[in-house]
């Protein structure tokens, strides 16, 4: 527990004023969240619908819930009441599924569309120019009850330095790209999630403004 404090200190007082740590708990008990929580952490990121469930119920509530892994839509009801905001959004259907969970429940739900860049295959998320093209399609300026609040992407699990910059400033540009052609008028869209626990520092000189830090807070996860 010591060391999850100190851990946590080190890496919150290290960041920059406008950049959101969000401590990534996955596979982590609720005593080691609570330390982190104790030194002033809030927002926590799962990315289990059922874990984060059964954490969220145990927990405080004043904690902001991120969902940060693959969401299947028949999950999204189990969430939908308390979630704070969903990163990992990758499908015009998803989006849908949110929108009507959403205002089932009375709220609005932040969402963060998840962009595929990295070179691996298994990874989710909308290419850029699937991107493009949900977004110029139209139809989620329907969606009444969903916040589109910026981008999230994953960089390559590469020890090539150069390779997850590039990454990263792909896209930071492409947020410009969306931001001036989508969003200009919207102080909501805001938020460029990159950066995890052995590329945040990368991600800090590529515009990040949410990083998401699990190991390097909570130590190494036992699956
Ligand atoms: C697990 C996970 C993280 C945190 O990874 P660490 O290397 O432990 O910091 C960040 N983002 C996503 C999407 C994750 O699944």
């Known amino acids: 527990m010591h060391d999850i404090k100190e851990n946590y200190r080190k890496i919150a007082d290290s960041l920059p004023p406008d ?9 982590h008990p609720c005593q080691h969240i609570m330390a982190a929580y ?4 809030r927002h926590f990121g799962e990315s289990h619908q059922q874990e984060l469930t059964k954490k969220a119920s145990q927990l405080p509530s ?34 849908r599924e949110i929108d009507k969970q959403a205002a089932r429940n009375n709220r609005t739900i932040k969402i963060l569309l998840q962009l595929h860049i990295a070179q691996e295959t298994t990874k989710y998320g909308f290419t850029l120019d ?5 977004l110029s399609s139209g139809e989620w300026r329907q969606m009444k009850h969903i916040q589109i609040c910026g981008l999230m992407t994953i960089a390559s699990n590469v020890s ?10 792909t896209a930071a540009q492409f947020f410009n790209e969306i931001k001036t052609t989508y969003f200009p008028n919207d102080p909501n869209f805001s938020q460029r999630s ?15 403004t949410n ?9 190494e996860r036992i699956y």
């Open 194 to 208: 990159w950066g995890m626990s052995h590329d945040y520092h990368i991600a800090l000189q590529c515009q990040t």
């Open 160 to 169: 090539n330095q150069q390779q997850i910059q590039q990454e990263f400033n």
């Open 38 to 41: 104790e030194e002033g952490q």
């Open 62 to 95: 004043d904690i902001q819930w991120h969902f940060i892994g693959h969401l299947q839509t028949n999950k999204v009801k189990n969430i939908a009441p308390y979630i704070a905001i969903i990163e990992s959004v990758d499908s015009i259907r998803l989006m």
């Open 130 to 134: 699937e991107c493009r093209q949900m």
């Open 19 to 27: 950049v959101q740590l969000v401590a990534i708990s996955k596979f």
């Open 211 to 219: 990083i998401r830090i699990g190991t390097k807070i909570f130590g």
